[in-house]
Structure formats: structure tokens, C-alpha cells
């Protein structure tokens, strides 16, 4: 078994489809942003929907887990630092986190619930030979909600993970999440969320209300 993480460090709109459906500017810079370790649940578990949160979505996501504690690191340097690889989902309260771009907050609220982070058994690196080319599809109730490629990132993960080593140290089961595609909605109590990502994996959450 691998460490939990000590953080979860998520990209925002490193998908250009995903940043037009939400009605944002496409990054000329990535943007990051946190989420608590204590979000984490497992494959199987339940995300709980808050009932202040009001609209609660999916976002399905790759994420990249570290394998020891490093720091400044190249992009050429990063793949050596990587155990694996796990399919994520950065749930998000949706109008919180529209009220808090409206009036310029941070997102530890909408991003930071408890049950906001399910993730994936991990996957090995040996496993993933090709991270940069695979197909990520969610399902809600069985309907075919997300179909993406890992390839549409805006950002790569090479890029993304110098830079953010470059900013904080990074230890053994950090968690990056590397953004979400097109296709994101609302979750309801009774749903269930299922995310495949190609040779990595299948995270399915049931949903419940608090
Ligand atoms: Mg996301």
C-alpha cells in the first residue's frame, strides 16, 4: 500500500473544452489549487452532499501520485518521481465556487469538503507506459456523461509537476490532479458516479445526502 497523501494539489482548466463550458478564459499559465487530505474517500465509498453547498459536480480526473519526497524538479526529472497513477474525482460545490470567483475567495470551501476527493487504487507507473494518451470517460447512472484524452491537456503532467515542485516539496503519495474534460454536471442523492480512465483503472462513488 502507498502512503496517503500529505496534500492534493489540483490544476484548474487544463482542458480548453472544459474551460469554455464553464464560461472561462483559457490559462496562459497554470493555476493550482488545494485540497485537504481529509477529503479523500476510496473506491466504493459515498460522497456525501452537504446541504449548504447547494449544486455539487463531478469532475473526472488522472491523477499523478509521487513516489518520495522531492523538490525543483526538472521537467525531464519528473517521471522518475512518479509511483503511479489514479483515477480522481475533484468534486466541486459548484455555486460556492461561482460566488467565490465572483467576489475574488479562494476555494477550500467548494473544493474541500469532506468525501470531495475520491481516488483509485494505484496504478504503477510500469503499468501506464503512456500517460499522455489515455481515454477518460464518466459515467452518471450509466449515461455517458465525459469523453476525453489525457493528449487534450493543456498543460502537460511534466509541466505541471516541475512546476509545482518548483513551489512546494512534494512528498511519497501526494496527489496532483490533472484537470478535468468536457462534459462536468450535478450530482443528486441516489446517483451513481463511475470513472474509467484507460489502463489505470474504475472509480465508482455512490451519492448521499448529509
Ligand atoms: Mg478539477
Known amino acids: 500500500m502507498y502512503a496517503d497523501p500529505t496534500k492534493i494539489i489540483c490544476i484548474g482548466r487544463n482542458y480548453a473544452e472544459h474551460a469554455r463550458e464553464l464560461n472561462n478564459a483559457l490559462p496562459a499559465e497554470p493555476f493550482y489549487f488545494l485540497k485537504p487530505p481529509s477529503s479523500v474517500i476510496r473506491n466504493g465509498q459515498s460522497i456525501v452532499l452537504p446541504g449548504r453547498a447547494g449544486r455539487v459536480d463531478y469532475e ?16 525531464k526529472e519528473v517521471f522518475a518521481h512518479i509511483m503511479g497513477f489514479v483515477v480522481c474525482n475533484d468534486v466541486t460545490a459548484r455555486e460556492m465556487q461561482d460566488t467565490a470567483k465572483k467576489v475574488a475567495r479562494p476555494w477550500a470551501v467548494s473544493k474541500g469538503f469532506d468525501t470531495f476527493f475520491p481516488m483509485s487504487e494505484l496504478r504503477m507507473k510500469r503499468d501506464v507506459p503512456d500517460p499522455a494518451s489515455l481515454d477518460i470517460e464518466t459515467k452518471l447512472n450509466g449515461t455517458v456523461k465525459q469523453k476525453g484524452n489525457t493528449r487534450d491537456m493543456i498543460f502537460p503532467i511534466q509541466r505541471i509537476v516541475s ?48
Do not use: F, W, Y
Open 60 to 75: 473526472g480526473e488522472l491523477g499523478v501520485v509521487m513516489i518520495d519526497r522531492c523538490r525543483n524538479l526538472a521537467e
Open 163 to 210: 512546476d509545482i515542485s518548483g513551489i512546494m516539496t512534494l512528498e511519497r503519495g501526494d496527489v496532483i490532479a490533472t484537470g478535468t474534460p468536457a462534459g462536468i454536471s450535478q450530482l443528486h442523492a441516489g446517483d451513481v458516479i463511475e470513472i474509467t480512465i484507460e489502463k489505470v483503472g474504475k472509480l465508482t462513488n455512490s451519492v448521499v445526502s448529509d
